[in-house]
T-cell receptor
Framework: GEDVEQSLFLSVREGDSSVINCTYT??????LYWYKQEPGAGLQLLTY?????DMKQDQRLTVLLNKKDKHLSLRIADTQTGDSAIYFC?????????????FGKGTTLSVSS | NAGVMQNPRHLVRRRGQEARLRCSPM?????VYWYRQLPEEGLKFMVY????????ESGMPKERFSAEFPKEGPSILRIQQVVRGDSAAYFC????????????FGQGTRLTVV
């Protein structure tokens, strides 16, 4: 079945770059997403990438996709304390009837000043 | 344009009671998804609905859980005879359609069963 794996924790210093990694199993997935969840809040879509792309950049965020290895990463440049949150990787498998997302368990990013 | 609205934000129920969670999608969105997030877990898909239709309920527990999205009004996720294991955050998302269109999430309803 479909599965999305992420490392659970990442700790960085303010100003450093953060790289959050994700692996997925469904090679037919067409869309891959990164969501951010702050404590007690809902999910905020950060960015998404089509599977026919290998990179997408949006201000401080860079998404890299290695489709051969089914590996997705999110790089946050100049990480700030406000970036502390849980980051979820998600995919939409091609065999889903709708657009139901399959989520990883999330990576908790802790930024120290 | 208000986002996805869920209410209540917090709900406390005693074991055996019923819980009703409401979700109003964004204006113009006719697709609604419900997800459950257990403590320190990712979100798990429960059910996907369009107006008056359940499209995919493969993630719904077989008993006690039901969902609807009537022609008028919000989508409702109903949990009968709640148990402690139902305690979780329940998130609703809405989108305009299929094909990977962006899904917007509500703030969630945090259900606590005591």
């Amino acid at each position: 079945g479909e599965d999305v794996e992420q490392s659970l924790f990442l700790s960085v210093r303010e100003g450093d770059s953060s790289v959050i990694n994700c692996t997925y199993t469904d090679s037919s997935s067409t869309y891959l997403y990164w969501y951010k969840q702050e404590p007690g809040a809902g999910l905020q879509l950060l960015t998404y990438i089509f599977s026919n792309m290998d990179m997408k950049q949006d201000q401080r965020l860079t998404v890299l996709l290695n489709k051969k290895d089914k590996h997705l990463s999110l790089r946050i440049a100049d990480t700030q304390t406000g970036d502390s949150a849980i980051y979820f990787c998600a995919e939409i498998p091609a065999n889903q009837a709708g657009t139901a997302l399959i989520f990883g368990k999330g990576t908790t990013l802790s930024v120290s000043s | 344009n208000a986002g996805v609205m869920q209410n209540p934000r917090h709900l406390v129920r005693r074991r055996g009671q019923e819980a009703r969670l409401r979700c109003s999608p964004m204006k113009g969105h006719s697709h609604v998804y419900w997800y459950r997030q257990l403590p320190e877990e990712g979100l798990k898909f429960m059910v996907y609905l369009q107006k008056e239709n359940i499209i995919d309920e493969s993630g719904m527990p077989k008993e006690r859980f039901s969902a609807e999205f009537p022609k008028e009004g919000p989508s409702i996720l109903r949990i009968q005879q709640v148990v402690r294991g139902d305690s979780a955050a329940y998130f609703c998302a809405s989108s305009t359609g299929t094909g990977g269109t962006e899904a917007f999430f509500g703030q969630g309803t945090r259900l606590t069963v005591v």
